[in-house]
Each structure stands twice: as C-alpha cells, then as structure tokens.
Nanobody, 126 residues
Framework: QVQLVESGGALVQPGGSLTLSCSVS????????ITWLRQAPGKVREGVLC????????YYADSVKGRFTISRDNAKKTVYLQMNSLKPEDTAVYYC???????????????????WGQGTQVTVST
C-alpha cells in the first residue's frame, strides 16, 4: 500500500527556518521522483521542488530559489524540504506527492500525481 506522510509543519516567524519530512512506504523511493507542492489559502496548488531518482533537484517555484532545498534519504525512505528565510507568503499546506516517474518536469500537471500525503500546515507570521 502506497503511503506518503508529511510532518514538520509549524508556526514560524518571518525569517525563520523549518524542515518538512515526507516518509514514504509501499514503493522503492530510490526509483522515483518526489515532489513537494503547496496550497495557500484561496490559491491553486503549485509545485515547489522536486528530487529525481539521481537526487537532482528541480525548482518549480522561482519564489523559493535560494531559500528552499530538497534532499532525500533513501535508506530512511524520507524526503526533506529545508525552508530558510521564510516569508508570510510561504504560508500554505505543504504536500509531497509521487507520479511514479523517475524524473522531474515542470510540465507535470497536478492531476498526474498518483499519490499524495495528507499535507502539513506551515504558517509564517509574527
């Protein structure tokens, strides 16, 4: 049974840092790309960052370049999203998702993701 479980969301002040985790089960993490996406209140869900099977990262959101990084630990079956210099506009529910491809692509649409986690809330506010 395929499962993705996000954790690590919290309330953080602007300029702060947070690390989100996505723990996967039911498939071989080392074979597939994993994407972090987010959905802010009143906005459509958007891709943030993707890590492919070779650990190469692809940014989907220009607004997070230089602040967010993605990494994976295949042995722990976990993908991480390190978020630094957080801004109020980063407030969103963050999801990890898989579409069972081994590469990342900005042309992948939301409905092409096969499995999603339940999401974790990140709130950036004073």
């Amino acid at each position: 049974q395929v499962q993705l479980v996000e954790s690590g969301g919290a309330l953080v002040q602007p300029g702060g840092s947070l690390t989100l985790s996505c723990s996967v089960s039911g498939f071989s993490l080392e074979t597939y790309a994993i994407t972090w996406l987010r959905q802010a209140p009143g906005k459509v869900r958007e891709g943030v960052l993707c890590t492919d099977y070779s650990t190469y990262s692809t940014y989907y959101a220009d607004s997070v370049k230089g602040r967010f990084t993605i990494s994976r630990d295949n042995a722990k079956k976990t993908v991480y999203l390190q978020m630094n210099s957080l801004k109020p506009e980063d407030t969103a529910v963050y999801y990890c998702a898989v579409n069972f491809r081994n590469f990342c692509s900005a042309y992948v649409t939301i409905d092409e993701y096969s499995y999603w986690g339940q999401g974790t809330q990140v709130t950036v506010s004073t």
